[in-house]
């Protein structure tokens, strides 16, 4: 793993990417060896990290015989050449890898197309590193850019065509996706949203009675599922839908709008925050900003606080006086900062040892049938 400390991300900050990129190949299936962090006031045009660094990971290379070297972030087309020539093995940068994961996992026609999609746009800037022929040149009549037009041409041609495919496969998709969704009616509608690997798909089937799959892997989920619960004598609809994460790729964010339709169109948002994850603060600002970039940042949301059985504070000793960090806080103590005086309603609960899921129940109950009576107001006897 390769990763830059810059006066944007200090040395914290980048060893905390690192930690998320190693969970990244530990969930695509690779074993991950060691981690090189170097410092530069800018990412070197050429090579990124900077020739000698690349020196001392090529060494390591071929000391430790690694297969793949992955970069923390988006590498350009030539930096991603001279790389690759200089280490002589596979290169990923952040967004190959993520990817490359999303490929793996999808599952539905639906989800295919939007990675295939994301997959193509990604590489499409990038064919002149990949291809090995580029300089033929192709002769004779018929040719798109008449005699002489170069491979790459016909390549970039036969991927934007990809594209444009895969662009009208997606909205055939979403056309029949927006008429399934008219087809369930009126019923409030309710989705969990956050980070990923934040316990989402282990709510749902508490809430749903259902075996939606959930692991302790990045994007478990990737299709939206779609389940009616009954909480009570209230109906509602809840959709699981895919996690967020920091750096996601663009093209994925594009490719995906269509299934966080179900996340614009909720009535009410369960937004999931694992509050064991020493970064979880950073983990909300990251899902605050994709939310508002989707178009649902406003929505009615509940606030849960999940893993609370995996929290641990280091407690100060009397005669430290260094300043309070957030690995001093006890649970107690967060509930008292911004967290438990948030406009949202709030809860904290544990998802694996169900603890306060009845109190979630009933908070979700409240908030669906407020929203249920508007909406129906002559059922209110109903309540």
Known sequence: MVGIITQQQDEETAKEYLDELKFLIDTWGAVTLKGFLQRVSKPDSRTFVGSGKLQEIKLYIQEFGVDVAVF???LSPSQLRN???????????RSDLIIDIFAARAQTAHAKTQVELAYYQHILPRLTGMWTHLERQRGGTGTRGGAGE???ETDRRIVRDKISQLKNKLKEIDVQMATQRKSRGEMVRVALVGYTNV????????????EVFAENKLFATLDTTVRKVVIGNLPFLLSDTVG?????PTQLIEAFKSTLDEVREADVLIYVVDISHHNFEEHIQVVNQTLQDIGAGNK???????????????PKDEDDLTPVKRENLSLEDLKNTWMGKTNNPCIFI???????????????????????VKRYPYNNLLY
Not at 83 to 93: P, S, T
Not at 199 to 210: E, R
Not at 244 to 248: T, V
């Open 199 to 210: 316990g989402k798909s282990t709510i749902m089937n508490l809430l749903s009675k259902s």
């Open 300 to 314: 009615t949301t509940i606030l849960v606080f999940n893993k609370i059985d995996a929290f641990s504070f280091i």
């Open 72 to 74: 923390d972030d988006d």
């Open 83 to 93: 790389i690759e020539k200089e280490l002589g093995v596979r290169v990923l940068d």
């Open 244 to 248: 967020f994460i920091r750096k996601l």
């Open 150 to 152: 170069k491979e790459i």
């Open 350 to 372: 544990s998802a694996t040892e169900k603890n306060n899921i009845e109190e979630l129940r009933e908070l979700i109950y409240q908030t669906v049938k407020e929203i249920h």
